[in-house]
């Protein structure tokens, strides 16, 4: 595959300096006639506050039904790491990579959950999906409880 941006170059990809920056790779989807689910999970996800500059920290999961394409992982991973120091609200850095994700690969259908830990005492959990689940795919729980400090 010739046309990708970061995987098989012998040189280390610097990190973009902005998510807008980032290029986001497809690849051909081998299974286009059939219907399945692909989760990404980023546990250490990192964006700074729009006012404070603090770091944020979230758990992201990612899951999609692909149709013709899938994202190359090498480059969500950069694409991921390029908000390490963009500054945007936790509601608009989860659901702008959604909508990010969506414009790239067309799929059937996309969700993002992002469970962004405490600052100031209180968790943000942000959902966005591109629309109803379609039937028939086994689409699992995400899996991160919600936020119980020293519960």
Not at 93 to 112: E, F, M, N, S
Not at 115 to 135: E, H, K, L, Q, T
Not at 139 to 150: H, L, S
Request: proline fraction near 11%; hydrophobic fraction near 35%.
């Amino acid at each position: 595959m010739k046309n990708l941006t970061h995987l098989g170059k012998s040189t280390p990809t610097p990190l973009p300096s902005a998510p807008e920056d980032a290029v986001l790779d497809r690849v051909p989807n081998p299974h286009a006639d059939t219907p399945y689910l692909v989760r990404f999970v980023q546990p250490e996800f990192t964006s700074l506050c729009p006012v404070t500059s603090q770091p944020d920290f979230a758990h992201l999961v990612l899951d999609y039904i692909p149709q013709d394409w899938l994202v190359e992982s090498k480059s969500l991973k950069i694409y991921l790491n390029s908000f390490r120091n963009h500054q945007a609200f936790h509601e608009a850095c989860t659901v702008d990579i959604g909508k990010r994700l969506v414009d790239l690969l067309a799929p059937q259908w996309l969700r993002i959950g992002g469970y962004w830990y405490p600052r100031g005492g209180m968790p943000i959990d942000v959902f966005w999906s591109s629309g109803a689940a379609p039937d028939g795919v086994w689409i699992p729980e995400q899996g991160v409880a919600g936020y119980r400090g020293r519960g």
